[in-house]
């Protein structure tokens, strides 16, 4: 479907009457626009190709004049982003300024600064258990505005719907069926939350709340961005009555084991393992990493870290390490998709990689593992699957990624090797490969890729040098490629030095 037939159609439902509304939502809906968006991304199995062109629907939420915040997920990779105010037939183009996919928002600004009538800037309001009901405010299948009620049912920290970055998020009970991401939560006048995930069976919705969003927009309004920040350890519960004593931890009921600090995070040169954690702040933390928060509850321990304060704030730490309580002083900082082992690519960006003799050479991706299927950890090599489960977040050194042979481009230069697939690559012509900047400087330095070691193989996968350009015009012409040796350069990973 094209872009022009999409807009279309949401033109014509778009220019219909106001639906009446009561007077307490009358000017909240001023806040309220319906996004049509069309993307395009590259192929994650094969990423010299682009998808084809798709299109999402969602709602943004008017921050001021000419600015808007919206759910990440929807406005990922766009291309063109339309507006359509639910009382005007117009539409109107708007550019997304910022993403932060970890947060799960994004900042949107109108091409046409005056296209849409002024409002003052956006008021937040709280949304606990003690502010009572709030109002939906999203478009009916006819384009007109309705509203419905919402009932706070418990917060908790859990995983957003649009990645694996936990956060703190509401869950209301809502009066209408929830058509969209991004649809607005009101308490009076102010914005409480923004809707990412509706369960239609329960009727259960699933808020980001206006703390959040705030957070992020004043941060993104005031550069340089600094993002929510993480101590970066992998933790345990301490219920083991014999640990505890084996530990030294005397106060029933509290801490919490940390089994390893992620290298290059805050907590690496601050803590070690078998340190237990006894509270943050002054906020005494269970066995099972809970903490009573005074407003919301028993809540995820992680919330005293992420949520009150931005990266370089410092936090103080009670711990117990080998039998003795001590203070510990402890700056969170914000940790990126990109200092991990294996990256998870949320955004869908494109990866570099290098295609030569057939050999496609890249580096692994959660997005690469999962776009195999719902039954990917089945399907895909063991050895894979065990370094994204248990060493995604943890290179030896910064900088450091899988590289993998995910596939064979079958030709008579490589006949032999054609059924390799989702190897993991030790050495290139003899030197060691820590990331793809290896391989681009292996490939520049000898200008021919002809000896390939694999983890777990003896053998050397050897390609013919002197075969290798007829080789790789024919590779070339037959997958329609560019010229081959073909690559997309790493921009955004580190080069390292190639010497063994």
């Known amino acids: 479907m094209t872009t022009r037939r999409i807009l279309g159609i949401l033109l014509t439902v778009t220019c219909l009457p106001l639906f009446r509304v009561d007077s307490q939502a009358a000017d909240i809906t001023d806040r309220v626009i319906r996004m049509a968006v069309s ?48 009382r005007s037939g117009s539409h109107y183009q708007a550019v997304v300024r910022h993403r932060d996919p970890h947060v799960g928002l994004a900042l949107l600004e109108l091409q046409e600064p005056h296209a ?15 502010t009572g009901n709030t109002i939906i ?26 990645g694996n ?24 006048q102010g914005l409480a939350g923004m809707i990412l995930a509706y369960d239609p069976t329960a009727r259960n919705a699933t808020v980001l709340p206006a703390d959040t969003i705030r957070r992020y927009v004043e941060d993104v309004l005031t550069p340089p961005y600094h993002g929510f920040p993480s101590v970066g350890i992998e933790w345990t519960p301490l219920i083991d009555p014999a640990k505890r004593r084996y530990l030294g931890v005397t106060a029933p009921a509290s801490g919490i084991l940390v089994l390893d600090c ?25 066995e099972l990493g809970f903490y009573h928060d005074p407003v919301l509850g028993r809540l995820e321990f992680s919330h005293l ?41 949320l955004e869908a960006e494109p990866e570099p990689f290098l295609i030569t003799g057939g050999l496609v050479i890249r580096e692994l991706t959660g997005r690469y593992l999962q776009s195999q299927g719902p039954t990917w950890i089945r ?3 063991p050895r894979l699957v065990h370094t994204y489960l248990f060493r995604r977040n943890k290179p030896d ?24 697939a989702d190897a993991i690559i030790t050495h290139i012509n003899g030197q060691p490969v820590r990331n793809i900047g290896d391989v681009f400087t292996i490939q520049d330095r000898d200008r021919v890729i002809h000896r390939v070691r694999l983890q777990g193989i003896e053998t050397e996968l050897v390609l013919d040098v002197e075969k290798r350009a007829e080789a790789d015009n024919r590779i070339s012409r037959q997958y329609r490629l560019p010229p081959v040796p073909f690559r997309r350069p790493a921009t955004t990973v580190p080069m390292l030095d190639s010497s063994p």
Request: net charge negative; with cysteine; proline share 12%.
């Open 305 to 345: 870290i992420r949520s009150p304060r931005k990266p370089d704030s410092p936090i103080r730490l009670r711990i117990v390490r080998q039998a003795v309580e001590q203070d510990l002083p402890l700056t969170p900082a914000r940790r990126q998709d990109t200092d991990n082992l294996i990256p998870e690519n």
């Open 397 to 420: 050194f910064p900088g450091q990624r899988v590289v993998i042979l995910s596939r064979v481009l079958p030709d008579p230069v490589n006949q032999g090797y054609e059924n390799i």
């Open 165 to 188: 970055q936990a956060d703190l998020l509401v869950t209301l009970q809502v009066s209408r069926y929830v058509n969209g991401d991004g649809v607005p939560v009101f308490r009076g």
């Open 137 to 162: 405010v999203q478009c009916d299948e006819t384009g007109n505005i309705e509203t419905g009620t919402g009932i706070y049912l418990r917060s908790a920290v859990q995983p957003l719907p649009s």
């Open 116 to 130: 849409l009538p002024p409002l003052d800037r956006l008021a937040f309001e709280p949304l606990t258990a003690v």
């Open 39 to 86: 993307f395009s991304e590259t192929d994650p199995t094969m990423p010299w190709l682009r998808l084809q062109p798709g299109t999402r629907a969602g709602y943004a939420i008017r921050l001021d004049a000419t600015r808007l915040i919206a759910p990440e997920r929807i406005v990922r990779n766009a291309q063109v982003v339309y507006l359509l105010p639910p």
């Open 379 to 381: 399907d895909t090599d």
């Open 262 to 286: 992620l290298p290059g995070s805050a907590a690496e040169s601050v803590l070690k393992p078998h340190d237990v954690i006894l509270s943050i702040d002054g906020h005494p933390i269970d």
